[in-house]
């Protein structure tokens, strides 16, 4: 019997993850793994490269999110390269980190607007953000939270109007949400509270 449980425990210990990849008690969870359970999307090679920079979502302040970062196989298989966004046309878009817009224009008929996020490595990362009317020019400064334009009636892919937030970083694709941090995935909307006890209207 002894026998039979030493060789449980060992075959249980030669098949865990290595201790750096566990949680300690109290210890966060990394961004991108936030992020996934959000979505239920799959983690991506890169993703842990990829720093808590944002301080805002792309729009609103909890966005449904109809479809999620579905990394492909290999680089032209079949997959979902960023994030989908419910959000009505004429919605404020949002730089959601300090960052240079490297592209503010149309490709395929639908608008885009690109930006490079500021301290993020060489090659920097890059979100964009489509169906977009820009409101700013290519090569302008920008903070997070910035308006870079609004949400297009046309061009969207997705069944109801949305805008589609991708994240590269040289030529490939990273999971977008792994730029908020836990508390702006997990925040809702603001509440009114009571004050000294005195109960709100």
């Given amino acids: 019997m002894r026998l039979v449980l030493v060789v449980a425990l060992t075959v249980a210990a030669l098949l865990a ?5 566990l949680f300690a008690a109290g210890a966060t969870a990394p961004p991108g793994a936030v992020a996934r359970a959000v979505t239920g999307a799959r983690p991506a090679a890169d993703d842990d490269t990829v720093p808590a920079v944002g301080r805002t979502w792309p729009v609103g302040v909890r966005p449904r999110v109809p479809r999620g970062w579905e990394p492909p196989a290999t680089v032209y298989g079949p997959g979902h390269r960023g994030v989908d966004l419910a959000a009505a046309p004429g919605t404020p878009v949002r ?3 300090d960052g240079r817009v490297s592209f503010a224009g149309r ?4 608008g885009v607007v690109s930006v490079e996020l500021a301290g993020t490595g ?6 964009t953000y489509e169906p977009v009317r820009a409101s700013v020019p290519q090569g302008a400064e920008v903070t997070a ?3 870079i334009g609004t949400v297009e ?3 969207s892919h997705c069944t109801a ?3 589609h937030w991708g994240l590269l970083r040289g030529g490939t694709y990273l999971d977008p ?4 941090p836990p508390w702006l995935l997990h925040r809702g909307p603001s509440r009114l509270l009571p004050v000294l006890g005195v109960p709100l209207p």
Avoid: Q
């Avoid at 060489?122 to 979100?127: Q, V």
């Avoid at 949400?177 to 908020?180: A, E, Q």
């Fill in 17 to 21: 993850p290595p201790a750096s990849r």
């Fill in 95 to 97: 730089a959601v980190a």
């Fill in 107 to 110: 490709v395929a008929g639908k």
């Fill in 122 to 127: 060489d090659p920097p990362l890059r979100t």
């Fill in 145 to 147: 939270g910035e308006v």
């Fill in 153 to 155: 009636a046309g061009g």
């Fill in 161 to 163: 109007p949305c805008v």
């Fill in 177 to 180: 949400l792994s730029l908020l």
